[in-house]
């Protein structure tokens, strides 16, 4: 009986290696998504400032700090 739970017990810590390696590979996706999409949003939304709101010659950051409150308008 001890050699039977002994085989159990390896076959255990393999099946948890084999799921944490899965785990961290799926975490590992998602965060690449994750990372390109608010990238992508960020993109789109500092082209949306710089076109539609910001002032000649001010800068994305200055407008968007304008925009927020952050700044009294000049």
């Not at 039977?4 to 810590?13: P, S, T, Y």
């Not at 010659?57 to 952050?70: D, H, I, M, P, Y």
């Amino acid at each position: 009986m001890k050699k039977m739970a002994d085989v159990n017990e390896k076959i255990a810590e393999k099946v948890v290696e084999g799921y944490k390696k899965i785990e961290d590979s799926v975490v590992e996706g998602y965060k690449k998504v994750e990372k390109g999409a608010v990238s992508g949003f960020n993109k789109v939304t500092d082209k949306c400032v710089e076109k539609l709101f910001a002032k000649e010659g001010e800068t994305v950051e200055e407008a968007k700090e304008r925009l927020a409150g952050g700044k009294d308008d000049e």
